[in-house]
């Protein structure tokens, strides 16, 4: 699959003939072939009342993804959420009655590429405005940049606590910060089980270790005592070591930071070592669909936390969710549905100071507060940290997701305490 | 990898026994250009306007641009030093990305707990990498051909082991978190000099990877040209042989060894400083080694020019390519080194000495 520039979808009006689009992708200089303008442009009439055709060059918007590499699974999300975005707008009139240009690379996974990539988009590409990559080690890297070159950034797809504390001016948080997703599942659920010990195990990477080091002050500040507090390297293939100890100590609770394949590696290796927690909970992951589809049944009654899913009810939530699977043919996943949400804000900061201006939005973004299709809403403290988004908890029930905290959002009740692997169903 | 040696050319050995100097000629070379005996001046004609160049690219190119020739330079550095060791010395090295870590994790290390200012912190991680080379050196380079191209990778990922695990002191997987260097502005109604100040500002780390470059190419030309490269090709021929001879062969290679160590850190420090954050997979990546190793048999192992014209030509196509699609990149990169080793075992060095465009000088 190619991840190089993404070239201009233009969104025509359903009267333009086929003379204007002819006119108008010359007018804009896009490579694209007139056929896909022609097919696009034909579906977008189809669903949306006529809006003024989006006139002038493209205001262009960059950002890297890792689409490839060791977060390419869930990457890949973030940036069709961009891409859907972008059709949206073109299809209804553009931005500020202009084009969207989104100019998307893939970073693989790795903090210099992308660090050098947003240098490319800003000097290179000469793009009028940024959003966030993916992954906490890449956003770091990129955040350097962006703040020499004094773009906001939109942190769209990252959340480790350490991106707001290093005195930038330039990064909004668009969801909870990585130490406080297991906020929930220690102070409610924990608690109201009466669960009085925990281990921790993480990957030794920067947002993961985050999840684990807020874990770990939760559970102090609960009463809960933390018997293993492990690290594992990247890409690690066994970590049976660390849950060797587990099963050993016999905890309660399980509570691993973790990405999507450490988490099911994780339950796999805990499988087959019967380790036989009466909580099982994983930061990255277990909110996945993959995560059901690598898992199957195992992945019964395992919690973790989830920035969004697609059955709650906030505003424009449904028409994203029907629009991503017709673009997309799959499920998007919360990883998705923070990439649009930070693409629904930077519009929003941008359409209110009627221009590109980078000190105006950088303003804007301070002190913007607005629904997005998260639960909650956006808005930041003086760091730029997300204070205003409320984090979910979700269970695997059966093959459903089900969502057991918070209280007003929930529709499910949770399961607990987890059976021991050898009594569960076959 | 321990079998690729360059094209046949008369022993080192016998060479350092007959005292011979300045030309090693085949026997079937093509007569020499009529310019052989200027190649000196060729030099200089030809680098001192590439210099100039480079000296001159940050005031009007992006700085995309300049991070895209701050990274030819950088491959430079590795490739010039890797060719020392395992051009002429023929020990062939996988684990130039170890020294490339460390030297990287020293400097951000010092500038992250505020050791040092930035110029010496970067001149101590060439100094630690090569101190560190120094101490491996002596057991490591009892070995030979895959033995030790296996220690050297072995080493590699040890050195990514102990920053991954020394949390206390590395900061761990987390990865080292640099102070940012802000730009400055050209202030209204500046005169030449401040500009030219303001953009030397502004591309602090190109300049410092330009002088290390600059001063990797001279080492280079050094090892080239002196009677210590002659004992290094000597012991890639015949250790034993040369030994015999005189060379003092552990003392040679110890110093080989430590030269090559020196340029990957100090370069490895001003990366990181460039980039701003480093963590454990990025800068110990097996990549870096394979970069090394790539430019310098694209180029022409053993030779001065080599590791210039592989550096220039890998990294500008291949940032061409990679742009396009970063696994198509894997593909060609993968297929090209296989393509070099088969066709052209002396690279492109040896092609241009085929065609006698480049007389077979030790100076080329």
Known sequence: ?426 | MGAVTAPSERSATTLIAAGAEASVSGPAAKPMPAWEAYTGWVYLVVLIPALAVLVWLPSVASAYTVTLWLTVLLTINLASSWNVLSGYGGYVSFGHAGFFGVGSYIGALLLYYDKLSWIPAMIAAGLGTSLLALLLGYPVLRLRGPYFAIAMLAMSELGRIVVTSWSSVTLGGDGVYLPIVRFQRVKEGADWWGRVGVIVHNNQDYYAMLVVAILAVMGAYWVGTSRFGLELLSIRDDEVASQAMGTRVVRVKIAAFAASAFFPGIAGAIYARHVGYIDPPTVFGIIWSIRAIATALLGGQATILGPIIGAVGLTLVSERVWASDPNLFQVVFGGLIVLVVLFIPGGLISLLQQWGALPRSRRI
């Open chain 1, 1 to 426: 699959m190619r991840h190089d520039v993404q070239s201009v979808s233009t969104g025509q009006p359903s009267r333009s003939t086929r003379r204007d689009l002819v006119r108008r992708a010359s007018v804009l200089g896009v490579g694209l072939p007139l056929a896909a303008a022609m097919g696009r442009a034909g579906s977008a009439a189809a669903q949306s009342t006529p809006a003024a055709a989006p006139k002038g060059t493209p205001i262009k918007i960059g950002a890297s993804v890792s689409t490839t590499g060791s977060n390419g699974r869930t990457g890949l999300y973030q940036q069709q959420a961009y891409k859907l975005w972008e059709s949206q707008k073109n299809a209804a009139g553009g931005l500020l009655g202009r084009p969207v240009q989104m100019v998307i690379y893939d970073d693989q996974s790795d903090p210099t590429t992308g660090s050098k990539l947003y240098q490319k988009l800003i000097t290179e590409d000469k793009v009028d405005l940024v959003l966030g990559p993916y992954s906490s080690g890449v956003t770091l890297a990129a955040a350097q940049v962006t703040e020499r070159y004094g773009y906001p950034m939109l942190v769209a797809g990252a959340s480790a606590g350490e991106i707001w504390q290093k005195g930038f001016k330039n990064v909004f948080g668009v969801y909870t910060i990585a130490q406080e997703y297991f906020k929930d599942i220690i102070n409610e659920i924990a608690k109201k089980q009466g669960y009085k010990t925990a281990a921790i195990m993480y990957q030794d990477a920067v947002f993961p270790s985050s999840t684990a080091s807020g874990a770990n002050d939760l559970c102090k500040a609960a009463g809960i005592n933390v018997v293993v507090n492990e690290k594992y390297p990247i890409n690690a293939t066994d970590v049976s070591s660390a849950l060797t100890k587990v099963r050993d100590l016999d905890p309660d609770m399980l509570i691993g930071g973790s990405y999507l394949p450490d988490s099911v590696l994780t339950v796999r290796q805990a499988k087959e070592l019967e380790v036989n927690c009466r909580l099982f909970a994983f930061s990255v992951g277990a909110a996945e669909p993959d995560f059901y589809d690598s898992l199957k049944q195992d992945a019964n009654y395992i919690l973790g936390p989830s920035m969004w899913e697609p059955g709650i009810n906030t505003e424009g939530n449904a028409a994203f969710v029907a629009d991503f699977q017709k673009m997309f043919k799959r499920m998007p996943d919360y990883h998705a549905a923070t990439g649009y949400a930070g693409c629904q804000i930077l519009e929003k900061a941008v359409t209110t100071d009627g221009d590109l201006d980078l000190d105006k939005l950088r303003e804007e973004l301070g002190k913007l507060e607005m629904k997005t299709i998260l639960p909650g809403e956006y808005k930041v403290d003086g760091t730029g940290k997300q204070t205003g988004h409320i984090p979910l908890t979700i269970q695997w029930q059966g093959d459903k997701k089900v969502i057991v905290t918070p209280d007003d959002l929930k529709d499910g009740n949770i399961e607990l305490p987890t059976p021991s692997w050898n009594q569960r169903k076959k």
